[in-house]
């Protein structure tokens, strides 16, 4: 565990983020910042079509263009499909073309790529690019395409349903013969994607007769494995750096097609090349999520305890799986979690996963987890208003006890710890619930229409590879590293497999490793990740895994380098190494703090690589953050608009490295969280075309449309986390779709089972509201409290 140093310690202090200077006077260095000697141009020639044979493709008008250097084909580069290597006998293993070729699977898809002198002239030569295409039928409805498909998307495989996994424990069937209430509901989460304010890119150069690779990407060392790979190239002729990164929040996680082609045509030409992406391609290319629709039967008691439930996933994919995930994180992740902070003794479920004419679709802040919170939370309101029992209340019959943690759920997470109705009675507390019925009834006299939501979740975090390779996602690495060495001035430089992508990390690394060795924060740097240095390997910064995986490594890195300090240092003073201590930069003698030598004096005489130290951390327990979300939204009748007029949030991440750092990351994951509630939904029409294909059609938010976050962090201790920490940056995500839903159900006095919440829907059932006894008692209204 950290050092104890007392108040002296920098984790748990406020300190401001070392990165932000630099970034707010524009002075990072992104991608599309960096410039070598004779670097070319890409640009991705895409798809028009949703489905389509592809007949013929000519590219003599654009390889004439002026500045065109070449226009590749898929015939030219020879790769082979970027498969996922999956290991689940419940999967279908399907690859993606780098460039289609015989056949085209989505509006966006690449199959051909201009490599000009100029981006300019390389969009123009794109531009010029014929395609010759038959259409074919186009996919797009998942039930159908689970069902009866107009076409077979991945023949020979004679289904387009590429994950099908049921599970059922438990007495399912005796307790919905046994139950008071019994409800089944449809609900539908919005396809969504990431927008990163940094779009994907790619700078690839010749090097040493390898290559040399600058990425915006989350996960580098994936990146560098399917590089070599797919080159066919030695892992040690290949390296992969991070500069800034501009945001990912999953998008970035992956490896994809132009990642590999960049890395080909470098190696083709012997020249160094660079990919930007523009916004029209990253709506429509880069991943997409959340896209389910979730059928849920429940039974409950006449007392508001949940006994079963009986729920039927359909995750709509996209048209290939990404690499190295597949097509496996929502329809796994969401049922598993589900049951959320809930006893739960009798479940059923079949999932699957399956595929359409559309965007790929992988990783975006908090995967699943979002959805598996939305269908519980408006599980527990649909049994308050069956029974008549405040929905608070239900959800207090249901809460797991603090005193039964670690608590393994019915399907196998073990909640490690944690005080689930600690945090309903801070959130309640801070919004005032019992006092919030008055007002309602007040401001519905008034006309006006305002509801409370509340909504509970808990999430998985820092998976490690045990846990990757039962999921059968055997190209994810699971563990993490850190290096550190010490220089003979006494500053230390740590390396991690964990790029930044907005998280402060460059910050909260340096107080961890500070605290640990035992040397003045300002003494402590956090280099860019780099796959050349110590040979480090690892998985990656996604899945809020930070904390716990990159901490970890750090810690251990950091406690073996204090281990020899002290064993050299107590040989230089000639006393007991278990009489000397490291503080402040200074080995010295406990109780004695006169007598010292300075860490750079320890490591000057110390043998040459004695401390330059790599550790590995692979998490061997899921740690769980939670906590409850409650907000007060207003409807108005005549627009359908909600507004929201607060918003609350009491979670427990753990011990807290930094406390503007987790609140920034909180307040963030929120904003995207009501983002999918109220604006976000990416839109295909019924021939397979998106229709939201520019941020005047998909409605990404603006600060004008959000509020401040009203923050309460508990903090029960975390035994399975060597920092003491629990994951932070996607927590945030998982409730506001609920919290929003059941609020604006209680304004409306109607269920709210579908987002974001449809402008249409809302104006008619606020008239609705507002047409019937404006004074009747609440408790009249469906899933109010009284």
């Known amino acids: ?31 599309d910042d960096l410039q070598v000697d004779g670097l070319l141009h890409l640009r991705f020639v895409r798809s028009p079509y949703a ?37 689940n006998a419940s999967a279908v293993e399907i690859g993606r073309p780098v460039l289609a070729d015989r056949l085209l699977r989505f509006v966006g898809e690449p199959y051909a790529v201009v490599v000009a002198v100029d981006p300019y002239v390389a969009e123009d030569a794109a531009e010029l690019v014929e395609l010759d295409a038959a259409a074919l039928p186009a996919v797009v409805d998942p039930l159908e395409s689970a069902t009866r498909a107009p076409a077979l998307l991945h023949q020979p495989h004679a289904t387009n349903v590429l994950y099908e996994h049921t599970f059922e424990d438990g007495p399912v069937d005796a307790a919905f013969g046994e139950a008071a209430v019994v409800i089944e509901r449809r609900l539908r989460s919005p396809r969504q994607t990431a927008v990163p304010m940094e779009p994907r890119g790619i700078l690839v150069e010749p090097h040493a007769g390898g290559l040399r690779v600058h990425a915006s990407t989350q996960s580098p060392h994936m990146l560098h494995r399917a590089i070599a790979e797919y080159l066919g190239i030695a892992t040690a002729d290949v390296s992969v750096v991070c500069p800034d990164v501009g945001g990912g929040f999953g ?33 429509t290319s880069a991943c997409h999520a959340r896209d389910q629709l979730i059928n849920v039967r429940l039974a409950a008691d006449g007392d508001g305890r949940l006994l079963a439930l009986d729920v039927d996933i359909v ?13 496996l994180l929502e329809a796994m992740g969401t049922p598993s979690m589900i049951p959320g902070p809930y006893r739960l003794d009798a479940y059923r479920f079949r999932s699957r996963a399956v595929a359409t004419n559309k965007c790929p679709e992988g990783a975006y802040r908090g995967v699943g987890l979002p959805v598996a919170t939305f269908v519980h939370e408006r599980v527990m309101d649909l049994i308050a208003a069956a029974t008549g029992v ?26 490690d710890s944690g005080d689930y109705a600690a945090a309903l009675d801070a959130a309640l507390a801070a919004v005032d619930y019992p006092g919030f019925a008055a007002v309602q009834r007040e401001a519905l006299r008034e006309g006006r229409l305002l509801g409370l939501g509340v909504a509970a979740y808990v999430e998985y975090c820092a998976v490690g590879s045990a846990v990757f ?51 003045p924060m300002e003494r402590v740097t956090v280099a860019p990740v780099d796959t050349a240095v110590a040979g480090l390997n690892g998985n990656g910064t996604f899945a809020s895994r930070s904390a716990v995986s990159g901490g970890g490594a750090i810690v251990l890195t950091c406690q073996e380098i204090v281990r020899r300090l002290r064993e050299d240092a107590s040989e230089l003073m000639e006393i007991a190494v278990d009489d000397v201590e490291v503080v ?20 000057a005489r110390a043998p040459a690589g004695r401390y330059a130290l790599t550790r590995r951390f692979d998490p061997p327990q899921v740690v769980y953050p939670y906590g409850v979300h409650a907000c007060i939204v207003e409807v108005d009748p005549a627009s359908g608009r909600v507004r929201l007029d607060r918003y609350i949030v009491a979670e427990d991440c753990g011990r807290v490295i930094n406390p503007l750092v987790a609140d920034g990351q909180v307040r963030g994951a929120v904003a995207q969280g009501l983002a999918g509630a109220l604006f976000e939904s990416f839109v295909y029409d019924g021939e397979g075309q998106p229709m939201t294909t520019s941020l005047m059609d998909y409605l990404v938010p603006t600060a004008g449309e959000f509020i401040p976050v009203e923050l309460h962090h508990l903090a029960v201790p975390v035994p399975d986390s060597p920092t003491g920490a629990k994951g932070v940056g996607e927590s945030g995500t998982l409730a506001p779709g609920a919290a929003v839903a059941n609020a604006v ?12 919440v449809g402008l249409d829907w809302a104006r008619a059932a606020a008239r609705s509201r507002l047409g019937s006894n404006r004074t009747a008692p609440l408790d009249a209204v469906q899933g109010a409290s009284a």
């Not at 002026?66 to 790769?79: K, N």
């Not at 550190?484 to 500053?491: F, I, P, Q, S």
């Not at 159900?745 to 974001?756: D, F, K, M, Q």
Request: net charge negative; charged share 25%.
């Open 1 to 31: 565990m950290l050092t104890d140093r007392g108040t002296d310690t920098y984790v748990g202090r406020p300190v401001a983020r070392r990165e932000d200077a630099a970034l707010l006077r524009g002075a990072g260095t992104f991608v």
């Open 51 to 87: 489905h389509a044979a592809v007949r013929e493709v000519r590219t003599a008008e654009a390889a004439a263009l002026d500045g065109v250097v070449d226009v590749v084909l898929a015939g030219d580069l020879g790769l082979p499909d970027l498969t996922p290597p999956l290991d």
């Open 251 to 283: 998008l970035k996680a992956h490896v994809y097609p132009e990642e590999i082609a960049a890395a080909a045509l470098a190696l083709r030409l012997g020249r160094p090349v660079k990919w930007i992406e523009d916004r029209a391609d990253n709506l």
């Open 315 to 327: 995750c709509d994919i996209g048209a290939y799986g990404v690499f190295a995930h597949g097509h």
């Open 390 to 415: 405040d929905r608070v209340e239900v959800r207090r019959r249901n809460l797991i006890a603090a005193a039964d943690m670690p608590y393994l759920s019915i399907t196998g997470q073990r909640y």
């Open 469 to 519: 390779a039962r999921r059968g996602m055997r190209g994810l690495a699971g563990f993490d590293e850190a290096h550190v060495t010490l220089a003979d001035d006494g500053a230390a430089t740590v390396w991690t497999t964990l790029p930044a992508a907005g998280q402060g990390l460059a910050t909260t690394f340096a107080q961890l490793a500070a605290d640990e060795l035992g040397i």
């Open 584 to 603: 402040d930069g200074r080995v010295r003698v406990i109780g004695s703090p006169g007598n010292a030598v300075e860490v750079g004096e320890v490591v």
């Open 745 to 756: 159900a209680n304004a409306l006095g109607a269920e709210c089972n579908s987002l974001p």
